[in-house]
C-alpha cells in the first residue's frame, strides 16, 4: 500500500464532504462528518481558502467550495484529443478482433475517418485517414443518427444523396427510423454489406464530458471473417470499448 499523507487525504475529504452542500456548512458539521477536532478542521479549511478551493460566507460563517476544482478539471478535458484518448484502446480492439477498427467524426451530413488500425491480412480495406462516408449506409453514421431528433435525422436524409448502394442499402426514410430505434435500443449499429458489398460493419459513438457525440468508432470486415456469429462477441467488446473512451473524455452517464 502506498504511503498516505494526512494532511492531504484530510484535505480532500473536506473538499469532498463540500461538495455535496451547495449552501455550505459550519466548521461543527464538517468536523462530525469528517470525524476530525475542529481545530484540526480549522486549519485545514484555513489552507484551503488561502489556495482558493474553499470560500466562506461572512453572513453565516458557512463554507462552501469555489469553482477552483471546476476550472482545473475543465482545462484537463478541453486539452484532451479523441484520437489521443481512443487510440490505445481501438489497437487494442483491432488485436481482439483481428478486423479494422475505425475512428470517425461528423462533419455536416458526412462522416470523416480520423484513424484506422488495421491487422496483417490477405484481404485489406479501401479505406483511408481523411475518406469521407455517408452516413445513411455505415455503421457509424446510423449509430450517430439514432443519437439524434427526428427533426435532425430528416434534415440529413433530405440533403443526402440517397442511393441503391447495394441491395441491401436502406432507402426508405420510414424504413431507416424504424433501424434507427432498434439501434437506440441495443446501443450498436450493423452495416449489413449496406455500403459495399462482401463487408460488415459493427459501429457505435462515443461522448465527450458535455454528454455530446464526439466521433464513432467501427469494427469492419469481411463476411468470410467477419461472420455472423461473430456480432454478439463484437458489440460487447465495442460498446465496452466505446464507454471507456467516453469515460476517459469525462462523460458521465
Not at 494532511?7 to 466548521?27: A, C, F, P, T, W
Not at 475512428?103 to 484481404?123: C, H, N, S
Not at 439524434?148 to 435525422?153: G, L
Request: proline share 1%.
Amino acid at each position: 500500500m502506498q504511503e498516505i499523507v494526512q494532511s492531504v487525504d484530510r484535505s480532500l475529504s473536506i473538499i469532498e464532504v463540500l461538495s455535496d452542500y451547495e449552501n455550505g456548512l459550519g466548521i461543527t458539521e464538517i468536523s462530525e462528518k469528517v470525524n476530525l477536532h475542529k481545530s484540526t478542521v480549522y486549519r485545514l479549511l484555513a489552507t484551503l481558502i488561502y489556495k482558493g478551493y474553499v470560500k466562506q460566507n461572512q453572513n453565516n460563517s458557512k463554507y462552501s467550495l469555489t469553482l477552483k476544482l471546476f476550472e482545473l478539471g475543465n482545462k484537463k478535458v478541453e486539452n484532451m484529443s479523441l484520437t489521443t484518448v481512443a487510440l490505445p484502446y481501438l489497437r487494442n480492439l483491432m488485436e481482439k478482433t483481428n478486423e479494422v477498427v475505425h475512428l470517425v467524426v461528423r462533419d455536416g451530413i458526412e462522416m470523416v475517418y480520423v484513424f484506422k488500425a488495421e491487422p496483417q491480412k490477405t484481404i485489406r480495406m479501401y479505406s483511408s485517414i481523411g475518406k469521407r462516408i455517408p452516413m445513411y449506409c455505415t455503421s457509424v453514421g446510423k449509430a450517430m443518427m439514432s443519437q439524434m431528433t427526428e427533426k435532425e435525422v430528416d434534415m440529413i436524409w433530405q440533403q443526402s444523396n440517397i442511393k441503391k448502394l447495394t441491395d441491401k442499402t436502406i432507402t426508405d426514410i420510414g424504413d431507416m427510423k424504424k433501424n434507427l430505434k432498434e439501434i437506440r435500443r441495443k446501443g450498436y449499429a450493423i452495416d449489413e454489406q449496406e455500403n459495399e458489398i462482401g463487408i460488415r460493419c459493427i459501429g457505435t459513438v462515443i461522448k465527450d464530458y458535455k454528454g455530446e457525440l464526439c466521433g464513432a468508432i467501427s469494427i469492419s470486415g469481411s463476411i468470410l471473417t467477419f461472420t455472423t456469429n461473430k456480432v454478439n462477441d463484437f458489440s460487447n467488446w465495442i460498446l465496452e470499448c466505446a464507454n471507456t473512451i467516453s469515460k476517459e473524455l469525462g462523460y458521465r452517464d
